[in-house]
């Protein structure tokens, strides 16, 4: 087992009130997506209120901004969900939920093994690429860093 784990986080401003008619396939599908993230190899934590979510958890000064936070064992882990499950579905279809984003909204980071990254950590992650561009302190799939020795 690794030393580190990857956490990522993954910011969208919705275009509606979670409980539009607009986001209503999102929404229906949330539990199911988050199961499959949950029961996908490599899955380690995610961000979740009791309501077994996140989307009520105000990290931004915008309730419209929602915001995903999980932990991976791998890079590959997480690409596989993303890209290769029924999530990517979600991917694609981004646009019919969420409003155009300035800056970073998605960024990865490698911790160690155990600790649980929090909105504060996340933000700070995204801030540093919109700053910095990728770097090993914060990255993307398009360049990834890899783990600390």
Known sequence: MSAYHLAQVNIGRLIAPMDSPLLRDFVDNLDRINELAEKSPGFVWRMQTEEG?????????????????????????????????????FVRRRKEWFTRHDGSYFAMWWIPAGHLPNTDEAKERLVHMDKHGETAHAFTFRKVFPAPR
Do not use: C, G, R
């Open 53 to 89: 979510n996140a989307m009520s958890v105000e990290a931004f000064d915008d309730p419209q901004i929602i915001t995903n936070m999980s932990v991976w064992e791998d890079v590959e882990s997480l690409k596989l969900y993303v890209y290769k499950s029924d999530h990517l579905e």
